[in-house]
Each structure stands twice: as C-alpha cells, then as structure tokens.
C-alpha cells in the first residue's frame, strides 16, 4: 500500500521557469492536500480539494495554481518560480468528515524545491 | 487569531532519560489536536489524535495528553530512534461554504535528539 506518493523528489529551478508537482494517493480520500514547510515554521496550506473538480485556496495560494482532474490525484503548479517559493512541499490526504475516519491526514515524503 | 506554539524548540536527552513537550495553542471551538512524528527527509507520520480535555492516548514510549489550553507528548525512557522532529496540529471549524474540510494549523515542531 503506497499511500500518498510525490513526485519528482527534489527539483532545482531558475527564476521564471515553471514547474508542476504530483501527488497521487491511493486510499480513495476524498479531500487532498498542498502545504510548504520552511524552516522556523509550521507547515502553511497553500491549496486544497475537497473531491474531484474542486479545488480552493489555503493560507499562502499566491504563485501557485492546482488542479484535482482525477480523484486520486492532486497537481501543484508553479507559474514562474520566484526564490521565495524555495522549500519542502508536502502533499497530504484525508477521508472526507462523512467517514468516522478521524480526519487524519496522511503525508507524502515531500518534495523539495530550490529556485535560483 | 488561531494559533500554535510548541516548546521547546530543540530538546536533547540522554537515552533513558524521559522528558515532556509542550504545545499550547488557541482556537476557538477545538475540534481535535493532532502530533505528527516527521524524520529527516520524510513526511510526517501520524501519531495520536485527542479530541477533548482529559484524554490521554499511549504508543509505546509516548504518551500524549490534552488539556483545555496544551497539549503534552511525554516521552518515556526514549531510546536514540526516537530522535525526531515531533509537530502538533489543532483542527479548527470551518464554514459551511468551505467543503467542510479539516483545517489544520501547525505549530512548528519540537527537534528531539535522543544520545546513547
């Protein structure tokens, strides 16, 4: 059972270059999510789905765009790539508040970012 | 405004030697407070969820505990391949018009290193 898979796993980039990330869960969760991790600070929503075809915006959306076409993925987009969007980036899922699952939310291994 | 706050930062034991976390945060209308175990290069795992004061959760060396303003992970006798990065969450209600999706908010994690 693979869970919550990302990819690619790392990734360097220039200023400008754009840049899509996957993640793709197998456990048939309806809600899915997209969160950066920085240094000195806890993980920030930047986007999330709650089922296929919906996506809405987080705490930190700006330069970021996403998109749910299938419900077991979950693509998060880079327009043009700035040094500040430099971080880890977590993809995580979680069944929908219908199931007496808990809402716990399950995490990818994270991919991580550089743009210079 | 929602918030979390984790101490120590950083926390260095000797192996053998137990010790606690803290977390404390504010939210209005708790929902539940989740603590995440996340190793170096990896996503976080899921450890205990707590939904209401008093309760108490076990796993192995760890013990989480919940009052109505922080929430403690004591750790007992730890031995080195404890050593982690352990992250709280509380999850905070949401409006209607958002989905319903589980909210949470991080705090930004307590580094525990755990020496033979």
């Known amino acids: 059972n693979a869970g919550v898979t990302q990819t690619p796993k790392f990734r360097v980039l220039k200023t400008g270059q754009s840049m899509t990330l996957l993640c793709a869960q197998d456990?048939?969760?309806?809600?899915m999510y997209w969160y950066r991790q920085d240094p000195g600070m806890g993980l920030r929503l930047i986007h999330y789905?709650?089922?296929?075809?919906?996506?809405a915006k987080g705490e930190v959306p700006d330069g970021y765009n996403v998109s749910r076409l299938k419900k077991q993925n979950f693509l998060l987009g880079l327009e043009s790539a700035a040094p500040s969007q430099t971080s880890v980036y977590f993809c995580?899922?979680?069944?929908?508040?219908?199931?007496?699952?808990?809402?716990?939310?399950?995490f990818g291994a994270g991919t991580r970012l550089s743009v210079l | 405004e929602d918030q979390v706050t984790q101490s120590p930062e950083a926390l260095r034991l000797q192996e053998g030697e137990s010790s606690s976390l803290n977390c404390s945060y504010t939210?209005?209308?708790?929902?539940?407070l989740f603590w995440y175990r996340q190793d170096p290069g990896k996503g976080p795992e899921f450890l205990f969820t707590?939904?209401?004061a008093g309760e108490e959760k076990e796993k192995e060396r760890l013990k989480a505990t919940l009052t109505k303003k922080e929430s403690f992970l004591h750790i007992t006798a730890p031995k080195p391949e404890d050593s982690a990065t352990y992250l709280c969450?509380?999850?905070?209600?949401?409006?209607?018009?958002?989905?319903?999706?589980?909210?949470?908010?991080f705090g930004a994690g307590t580094r525990l290193a755990v020496h033979p």
């Open positions: 995580a899922s979680s069944h929908s508040r219908r199931v007496t699952a808990k809402n716990i939310q399950y």
């Open positions: 456990m048939n969760h309806e809600y």
């Open positions: 789905s709650v089922g296929e075809g919906t996506t």
């Open positions: 939210v209005s209308g708790l929902r539940g």
């Open positions: 707590l939904y209401s």
């Open positions: 969450a509380v999850q905070a209600p949401q409006s209607p018009i958002s989905g319903g999706y589980n909210k949470l908010i």
